[in-house]
């Protein structure tokens, strides 16, 4: 298990080279020069030319990029080309709320999802799981921010039991944050609750008709511990694949969940970077999500070890 | 019902009486209904059959006979919803099965009857170490704690014969052999000591020689602790090498019932006496069902009157046409044996030495 668990932290290494490689050729990719940008439209060619000096833009791409590699590595990301603060600083203030309304909509997904897949598993074919089909089919096909309005309408405005916007830090109190993530939740969970229920439904459905099941069953198990402890570890690594996938979905989804929800996170900081071609910061928040994605994905990968022993030996 | 044979004297042998005077499973006028596209099918059709405390009885028959149908339905297995037992009982220890909640049956599975299958590769869970499988089924039944019902698992583990059982009981099924891996099912059905175990085919899928060994596991252990075994199989030199006695299936049916030196002696069913024909030499466990001309009939185009007439050498006018119903009843023998066979007092059939 060590090993196996050193190897794929190994493998993570190559990824992350490719990875910053892609973000720093984003620079080569944004149309315009930022020093035009950044010095502003009115500038003379020598302050043009000064500030693209000053951005070492005048440098063979070489250097630039082991430049930013190399402090990227020291955590710093560089400066922000237009407020002064610097990119690590700001990716540090904005991620937690990001991180706070992705595990808000991941619970929500989770909830719906596990008893709605293992009903719809158990009972498939029959009314329980034509239902809960049913309602992974409009959970997919509903657009978020459409649903975050809807909630908003509904959840804040004609009864005002939740906060329509605004976020409030867990330092002033479990109880408001909590308060103010439930429709944010809502409304990206729901899609990937769906996506869950499906992904849920199809693997348990196959595990619960393999042998051992029936070997748990002649052997006296209760079909509850059939169900939920035979059959939901067997029928868990795809599910948890789709969970692993459905995080990198919910980072991107924040965008517009945050828009809608007026919540300073990651999303509404890289589109005001994309909007004002904020070099550092938008590569900074690339590298960041990346990294996330890709420990995430490094979490999936090591419960497979867990969930079937099997892959331990490979 | 009908007078003793006229024939030569059965040959009796001890114990031949259905299960003797003191049945530890007896079922009765099972019928069993499957829902399919053309609506519900009669799978088993009036199945009897009893077994004796520490008997060993072997249910024979071809391929589509019943007789997975038949133990999935003794330890109600059978899938809820497209299967249905519409007629019959199923009494363990006296104890009625059939319509029992699910909640008490479960509790009597494992405990006091359980089953072994076919399939040792993808019996066991492959998420779960074996003893730990062993152990749940032991806490399960028995309470006490995981430590207890580990050392208990080891203790069976030990007895199947799997060497240094205390450290495997640690592995996980990939690391055992097809061999290995049924000796951890019959681990598992013996943990609690129950009076009965149906194992359905448990060395079909075996190598020959490990089929030996451990049809000579299941005999010690049947009889080291009085379990009685419900053997089914296809294989009639395994059932005249460890059964007691033997139950013919034919297309949903029990068509003969005998002690097993009767049976091969002298058949009384017309089947029974071309699986023997089909099966040259009775030598070892090689003997496997070689095929009779014709196929079994499926259900819901069962043929009239006796169900084997279109492939029976004997056949006659009046088997099509049955008893008064138009089936054909089973006929009890003397001896405690019995024949679905309406020329039963007609024929001599040929046996094996
Ligand atoms: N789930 C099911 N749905 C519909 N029909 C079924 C089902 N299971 C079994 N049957 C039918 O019941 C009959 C008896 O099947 P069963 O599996 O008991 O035969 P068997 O004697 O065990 O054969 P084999 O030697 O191949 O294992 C067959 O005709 C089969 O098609
Ligand atoms: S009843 Fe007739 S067809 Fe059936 S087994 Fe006897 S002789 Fe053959
Ligand atoms: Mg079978």
Sequence with gaps: ?314 | MTPASTGAPAPSTAGGAAGGTDPVLVVEDLEVRFATDGGWLTVLDGVSFSVGRGETVGIVGESGSGKTVTSLSVLGLLPPHSSRITRGSVRLDGVELVGMARRKLEAVRGDDISMIFQEPMTSLNPAFKVGDQIAEVVRRHRGGSWRSATARAVEVLDEVGIPDAARRARSFPHEFSGGMRQRVMIAMAMACRPKVIIADEPTTALDVTIQAQVLDLMRTMSREHGTAVVFVTHDLGVVADICDRAVVMYAGQVVEQAVVDDLYHRPRHPYTAALMTAMPQLTGRSGRLATIPGRTPAPGSMPAGCRFHPRCAHAVDRCVDGDADGRVEIRELAGGRSSRCLRVHELTLEGTE
């Design chain 1, 1 to 314: 298990m060590p090993q196996y668990a050193l190897k794929r932290v190994l493998m993570m290494v190559p990824l992350l080279f490719l990875v910053s490689l892609g973000v720093f050729a984003l620079v080569l990719l944004i149309p315009g020069d930022p020093a035009i940008t950044i010095a502003g439209e009115n500038a003379t060619e020598a302050q043009i030319e000064a500030t693209r000096e000053r951005l070492g833009l005048n440098d063979p791409v070489i250097v630039q990029y082991l430049g930013w590699a190399g402090s990227a590595l020291t955590g710093d990301l560089g400066t922000s080309l237009f407020s002064n603060e610097s990119v690590s600083g700001a990716i540090a203030a904005r991620f937690p709320v990001t991180i706070a309304v992705t595990a808000a909509a991941m619970t929500v997904a989770l909830l719906i999802a596990v008893p709605a897949g293992i009903i719809a598993a158990v009972h498939r074919g029959r009314w329980p799981d034509r239902l809960a089909t049913l309602f992974a089919s409009i959970g997919i096909s509903m657009p978020n921010f459409w649903v975050g309005i809807l909630l908003i309408i509904v959840l804040a405005l004609m009864f005002p039991i939740f906060p329509a916007v605004g976020y409030t830090p867990i330092s002033e109190g479990i109880g408001a944050w909590a308060h103010n993530l439930v429709l944010p939740g809502l409304t990206l969970g729901t899609t990937v609750a769906a996506e869950i229920t499906r992904q849920l439904r199809g693997s348990l459905h196959d595990v619960m008709q393999q042998d051992y099941i029936r070997t748990a069953r002649a052997n006296g198990l209760r079909g509850g511990v059939v169900i939920a402890k035979h059959g939901l570890k067997n029928a868990a690594v795809p599910v948890v694949t789709v969970i692993g996938f459905q995080v990198g979905f919910l980072l991107g989804g924040s965008v517009i969940v945050e828009r809608v929800f007026g919540i300073p996170g990651l999303g509404d900081l890289a589109i005001r970077a994309v909007l004002q071609r904020d070099i550092p910061m938008i590569q900074g928040i690339v590298v960041v999500t990346a990294l996330v994605v890709m420990l995430v994905n490094l979490a999936v990968d090591l419960s497979y070890g867990y969930l079937n022993p099997k892959v331990r030996q490979g």
